[in-house]
């Protein structure tokens, strides 16, 4: 029924055009006379112009760009109309006898010589418009068209931004975890055999929970305490771990996986097996406002050496990953100072 819409509104429309003028006369008493008929006539050339550009010439011709054969096929079409119109008029003028009053004020005021060339000019001048007219409707709606099947293409390549984005995170996640605790295994067999477990429970997160896009932010703050918790595992007692998470029973949504990839980071680089280090996290979440977390650690000259060699796709995986799914709502800074590194991500709801 939709379809049928737009054809009853032209419809409709033309009607109103050509009919309510004459519903005007009959109501006041008046008869239709030849002037009613001019205007009709003339209407009617107006409508059939606009109609055929719009529903034949626009399409097949002007959005081709073939302006030549456009514009003639429109000159053709204005001046086999335009006899038509003539040769009616003449026809209704010798079927209308002459009043003799009227043909002696004829006589008396003729008018002046440039009154048919003034109508002449209307006539055409209306044409002009008609014609305008259809190309700016047809042009709107081809624009709106393709804007609607252009933000469908941006969306499903949105979509396939986002499954290669997560393909690559996941066995990113897999790949760093597993040397984890393959390193645990040679240190403390319990400890690795605690880590797998723990790896399994992640692992059902990442595989299955998290198939949609969002996921609620408690699950997604439980899921990164349980990745803290595997990460700590394989600390030596000279790194200092400090974790501040507070969800106050947040009840928003957030895309998965987000603070992984700072944390990720953090154990990689901010630990060393002979120095003092340390690594600071806090995440705070604010009821409808949004999240902040930020990731210290410490760097000492072998990881920094090794970070330069190995930035992996963790970072930029991230960054894109916050321009498609959070256009202008998120904060994302990254910075060394006194041989610490600094991750700030603020996402807004």
Same mark, same amino acid.
């Given at each position: 029924?939709?379809?049928?819409?737009?054809?009853?509104?032209?419809?409709?429309?033309?009607?109103?055009?050509?009919?309510?003028?004459?519903?005007?006369?009959?109501?006041?008493?008046?008869?239709?006379?030849?002037?009613?008929?001019?205007y009709f006539l003339r209407t009617s050339v107006l409508i059939v112009l606009f109609y055929i550009n719009y529903l034949i010439l626009i399409d097949k011709f002007l959005f081709k760009k073939q302006f030549l054969l456009y514009f003639a096929i429109n000159?053709?079409?204005?001046?086999?109309?335009?006899?038509?119109?003539?040769?009616?008029?003449?026809?209704?003028?010798?079927?209308?006898?002459?009043?003799?009053?009227?043909?002696?004020?004829?006589?008396?005021?003729?008018?002046?010589?440039?009154?048919?060339?003034?109508?002449?000019?209307?006539?055409?001048?209306?044409?002009?418009?008609?014609?305008?007219?259809?190309?700016?409707?047809?042009?709107?709606?081809?624009?709106?068209?393709?804007?609607?099947?252009?933000?469908?293409?941006?969306?499903?390549?949105?979509?396939?931004?986002?499954?290669?984005?997560?393909?690559?995170?996941?066995?990113?996640?897999?790949? @760093?975890?597993?040397?984890?605790?393959?390193? #645990? *295994?040679?240190?403390?067999?319990? $400890?690795? &055999?605690? +880590?797998?477990? =723990?790896?399994?429970?992640?692992?059902?997160?990442?595989?299955?929970?998290?198939?949609?896009?969002?996921?609620?932010?408690?699950?997604?703050?439980?899921?990164?305490?349980?990745?803290?918790?595997?990460?700590?595992?394989?600390? @030596?007692?000279?790194?200092?771990?400090?974790? #501040? *998470?507070?969800?106050?029973?947040? $009840?928003? &949504?957030? +895309?998965?996986? =987000?603070?992984?990839?700072?944390?990720?980071?953090?154990?990689?680089?901010?630990?060393?097996?002979?120095?003092?280090?340390?690594?600071?996290?806090?995440?705070?979440?604010?009821?409808?406002?949004g999240i902040l977390c930020t990731v210290e650690n410490s760097i000492s000259e072998s990881n920094e050496a090794m970070e330069s060699k190995n930035s992996g796709i963790g970072l930029s995986n991230l960054k894109k990953r916050l321009d498609l799914l959070?256009?202008?709502?998120?904060?994302?800074?990254?910075?060394?100072?006194?041989?610490?590194?600094?991750?700030?991500?603020?996402?807004?709801?």
């Amino acid at each position: 029924m939709k379809k049928y819409i737009p054809i009853i509104i032209h419809i409709l429309f033309c009607i109103i055009i050509l009919f309510i003028p004459l519903l005007i006369m009959t109501r006041n008493g008046t008869m239709v006379d030849k002037h009613y008929l001019g205007y009709f006539l003339r209407t009617s050339v107006l409508i059939v112009l606009f109609y055929i550009n719009y529903l034949i010439l626009i399409d097949k011709f002007l959005f081709k760009k073939q302006f030549l054969l456009y514009f003639a096929i429109n000159i053709g079409l204005i001046i086999v109309l335009m006899s038509f119109q003539n040769f009616i008029f003449d026809i209704l003028a010798g079927l209308t006898p002459p009043n003799i009053e009227e043909l002696g004020e004829r006589i008396h005021r003729t008018p002046p010589p440039s009154f048919k060339e003034m109508r002449i000019i209307g006539d055409y001048t209306l044409i002009v418009l008609s014609i305008g007219m259809s190309v700016a409707l047809k042009a709107t709606m081809r624009w709106h068209k393709d804007s609607i099947n252009f933000e469908s293409v941006k969306s499903a390549q949105l979509e396939a931004d986002l499954r290669n984005l997560r393909s690559q995170l996941n066995p990113h996640f897999l790949f @760093n975890t597993l040397n984890n605790i393959y390193s #645990l *295994i040679a240190i403390d067999s319990p $400890k690795a &055999q605690e +880590a797998v477990h =723990m790896l399994s429970r992640l692992l059902r997160y990442v595989l299955y929970e998290n198939d949609q896009k969002f996921v609620s932010v408690d699950k997604e703050i439980e899921f990164t305490k349980n990745y803290i918790d595997l990460m700590r595992l394989r600390l @030596n007692p000279n790194v200092k771990l400090n974790v #501040l *998470i507070r969800d106050e029973g947040c $009840k928003n &949504q957030i +895309a998965s996986l =987000m603070f992984m990839t700072l944390i990720e980071n953090a154990f990689k680089h901010g630990i060393n097996n002979t120095d003092e280090s340390f690594i600071d996290i806090k995440i705070l979440v604010e009821e409808n406002k949004g999240i902040l977390c930020t990731v210290e650690n410490s760097i000492s000259e072998s990881n920094e050496a090794m970070e330069s060699k190995n930035s992996g796709i963790g970072l930029s995986n991230l960054k894109k990953r916050l321009d498609l799914l959070y256009p202008g709502k998120y904060q994302f800074e990254t910075k060394k100072q006194d041989n610490a590194f600094t991750a700030l991500l603020r996402i807004n709801f």
